[in-house]
């Protein structure tokens, strides 16, 4: 099927006790079992598995090419329970660009478990190449990155890192991407994240997170820490996000196109002193983006002339593009992220530019947002 198709249907068939279309949200903790140690269709209780989140991560692996997906209660619980993956004393490679969040996991709450952090550019084969070390066993990539839009060509640094004696994961958060825009596990990728608060529920009611991957052994060792750890969603949350995914791909072009419109905009814009968009001839990685992604996403990042001072007041003169953290929604957002979701990064090597704005472009009508930036800029 194609992924329009699979978006609506993939994991979801009628319930076979009526014939219900959409999934039910099976609000139960324990479920009746035919004998001792003999559970029926194998659910016992619903931190191990519930029949809503079921169907969500059967869903998510099809969409991302995967043969098996987890489900969990944040982006950062299915980030945790990743890392958790390793043993103490190994070495995981990130990128020098990650979201806020996902650097305060590493940085101040990992390290404390003997893990090692390094950030490096992986949007540079060669500099990863030169940050392994003998005792690396994860490399952890977003592309296209939170904030700065990097682009990582995936392939090329899945053949480095599996060139590596210690064959390495390679992990990438597809959250900005989603699978309509790129497949991260056909390019060599071993496991794949999303928050799935972000455009796979696409409405910004929902918090959550998933994991898919292709091996059955890797996949059977998260499935017993998503049952240990228990980070689980409820199956409220699972149903919001199925729902989210069956528009996925028309959100994903409308969001797209929009985004085209205010790229347009504000390359010619006198305040705007740099623009980034990774299907923009200006971006570093363009041709990697082409190549790599459908279309050019509905992120799009611009830094001011006139510094902090100008980001802030622009940020709060808008009135459709509303001032909040988070992203992938219906509706627009701004932000200023060296002040609000990279705050933890201030003071590190992975700190963002005051004078960066971030938008998460949604799918009102463009010329409603055209005319809300020009406002807040003029």
Not at 366 to 377: F, G, H, P, S
Request: with cysteine; aromatic share 6%.
């Amino acid at each position: 099927m194609k992924f329009e198709t699979l978006a609506i249907h993939a994991g979801q068939e009628p319930d076979p006790n009526n014939g219900a279309v959409m999934t039910p949200v099976y609000l139960t903790s324990t479920y009746a079992q035919d004998g001792v140690g003999r559970p029926r269709q194998g659910y016992e209780y619903s931190r191990t598995q519930n029949p809503t989140r079921k169907a969500l991560q059967d869903c998510i692996a099809a969409l991302e090419g995967g043969n098996y997906g987890l489900a969990f209660s944040s982006g950062l619980a299915a980030t945790d329970t990743v890392l958790r993956l390793l043993n103490a004393d190994s070495h995981v490679l990130a990128g020098n660009d990650v979201y806020g969040g996902t650097f305060r996991l590493f940085d101040k709450v990992l390290r404390r478990f003997n893990l090692d952090f390094t950030f490096a550019d992986t949007t540079d084969p060669e500099s990863v190449a030169e940050a392994l070390t003998p005792s690396t066993r994860l490399v952890w990539l977003e592309t296209p990155t939170n904030p700065f839009l990097r682009v990582t060509d995936i392939r090329a640094i899945a053949e480095v890192v599996h060139a590596h004696p210690n064959k390495p994961l390679l992990v990438v958060d597809n959250t900005f991407a989603t699978p309509y825009l790129q497949r991260p596990l056909e390019l060599g990728a071993d496991i794949v994240v999303h928050s799935t608060t972000k455009y796979l529920g696409g409405h910004s009611d929902v918090v959550g997170g998933a994991v898919i991957v292709k091996d059955k052994e890797l996949a059977d060792k998260l499935y017993f820490l998503q049952n240990a750890v228990g980070a689980v969603p409820g199956p409220m949350d699972c149903f919001l996000v199925l729902r989210g995914i069956k528009t996925l791909p028309l959100r994903m072009d409308r969001h797209a196109g929009n985004a085209n419109a205010i790229v347009e905009f504000l390359e010619k814009h006198p305040k705007v002193e740099k623009l980034i968009y990774p299907h923009h001839p200006s971006h570093p990685q363009y041709k990697v983006a082409k190549q790599q992604m459908k279309n050019g996403g509905g992120m799009i990042s611009f830094i001011l002339k006139g510094g902090r001072d100008a980001a802030v007041k622009v940020v709060e003169a808008t009135r459709i593009f509303t001032l909040a953290e988070s992203l992938g929604g219906v509706e627009s957002l701004i932000e200023v992220p060296a002040a609000m979701t990279h705050l933890s990064v201030a003071g590190s090597q992975l700190a963002v530019d005051p004078g960066l704005v971030r938008l998460s472009v949604g799918i009102e009508h463009k010329d409603d947002l055209l005319e809300d930036l020009e406002q807040a800029l003029r």
